[in-house]
């Protein structure tokens, strides 16, 4: 994943433009599931440019969903099966291990097996996130 210290060498403006276009990704995503969103939480949501944002949205079907972007997939779960950001966050990084391990009982090339590196390592970054409680403070997501 990102360094860390790129997050301290954006400007605000820079964090601000971030945020908002893994807003676009992160609906879009969804858009191209066939999911469409209605609204956001963004006392649940939670970003840290350029590394992850973490939407919680909810659907026109009155559904909630997380939705994850950044320097990672895009990807989503329903947000019943977490009921804050942070254990969505751990939520991904299982969902990712799992899928990984999937991808390299089947596979049957090398840009299989590269995909579920990837995926392995972006959900250890996210685990990491995860266990760190200096990135669970208000001032910092």
């Known amino acids: 994943m990102t ?3 790129e997050y ?18 992160a609906t879009k995503y969804l858009a191209e599931k066939g999911i469409v969103t209605e609204s956001v939480a963004p006392e649940s949501s939670r970003y840290l440019p350029p590394i992850v944002s973490v939407w919680k949205l909810r659907t026109i079907n009155q559904d909630k969903v997380w939705v994850i972007s950044g320097d990672v997939p895009c990807d989503h779960i329903h947000a019943d099966s977490e009921s804050n950001v942070r254990d969505a966050l751990r939520n991904f990084s299982m969902k990712w291990q799992m899928q990984a391990e999937a991808i390299r009982q089947s596979a049957k090339d090398k840009s299989q097996l590269a995909f579920a590196a990837y995926l392995v390592s972006r959900a250890e970054g996210l ?12 001032t910092t997501v």
Not at 8 to 25: I, L
Request: hydrophobic share 25%.
């Open 127 to 138: 685990y990491q996130l995860f266990e760190n409680d200096k990135f669970w403070t208000e």
């Open 8 to 25: 301290s060498a954006m400007s605000e403006q820079q964090r601000a433009e971030w945020v908002r276009e893994q807003y676009q990704k």
């Open 3 to 5: 360094n860390e210290n």
